[in-house]
């Protein structure tokens, strides 16, 4: 794990791709990562989550004042987040909001999906920062923090991400997981009410899979 802040407050860690938060029920006994972390700082409190399959900024709370502030901004969607994915297709906008209402925990797979009478409001901005012959590198600004939201809204937009199989990506060599990294993450502190920016490295499976997009 790669630490990129800590104090008595909060704890912001890269988070490697392939571990989940939380339990996830499936693997008994299988590590996840506030497990790891408490391991090694002590007790921590989960404040939001990534995908098991996605890297990039975690952000813990280390008591539960700092748990319940945190909580607030989040709620209140005074949190800007930051991810970068890889895409299928070229998209013919620079920018586009999607708004498709989101349902969760959907069937046996437990995908997330478009629904309009059942689904919850969701907006995830896109903006396109490179385009290849048959892939794109978007940043996307989600608004609301719905499981799977990116991932979904990517695919109902026609442009799963790379690696995404879940949501009818085709079979790829580039990338081994969905092709998504949360770049990072912007609050106020919970003691000064300063606003911080955290950021995390692409890692090495999605620096490889740029890089032969570029080349070719």
Do not use: C
């Amino acid at each position: 794990m790669e630490i990129l802040f800590q104090d008595a407050s909060i704890l912001v860690i890269n988070k490697p791709s392939g571990l989940p938060v939380l339990p996830d029920g499936w693997e008994e006994n299988a590590p996840y990562l506030q497990q790891q972390v408490e391991a090694q700082f002590g007790p921590v409190w989960v404040v939001h989550r990534l995908d098991k399959v996605t890297s990039g900024v975690i952000l813990f709370a280390r008591s539960s004042d700092s748990h319940r502030y945190l909580n607030q901004q989040f709620e209140d969607r005074l949190v800007k987040k930051v991810y970068h994915a890889i895409v299928n297709g070229a998209p013919i906008w620079d920018d586009h909001t999607a708004r498709h209402p989101l349902r969760i925990n959907v069937g046996h797979s437990h995908r997330t999906m478009v629904d309009h009478r059942h689904g919850k409001p969701s907006q995830t901005h896109f903006h396109v920062l490179e385009r290849f012959s048959d892939a794109s590198l978007l940043e996307a600004f989600p608004a609301t923090g719905r499981t799977h939201q990116v991932r979904v809204h990517a695919f109902a937009l026609g442009m799963p991400l790379v690696g995404d199989v879940l949501y009818s990506a085709p079979p790829t060599d580039l990338i081994a997981r969905p092709a998504l990294h949360a770049l990072s993450l912007s609050l106020a502190h919970p003691l000064s009410g300063e606003i911080m920016t955290f950021s995390a490295d692409y890692p090495d499976d999605f620096k490889r899979a740029l890089k032969i997009l570029r080349d070719n």
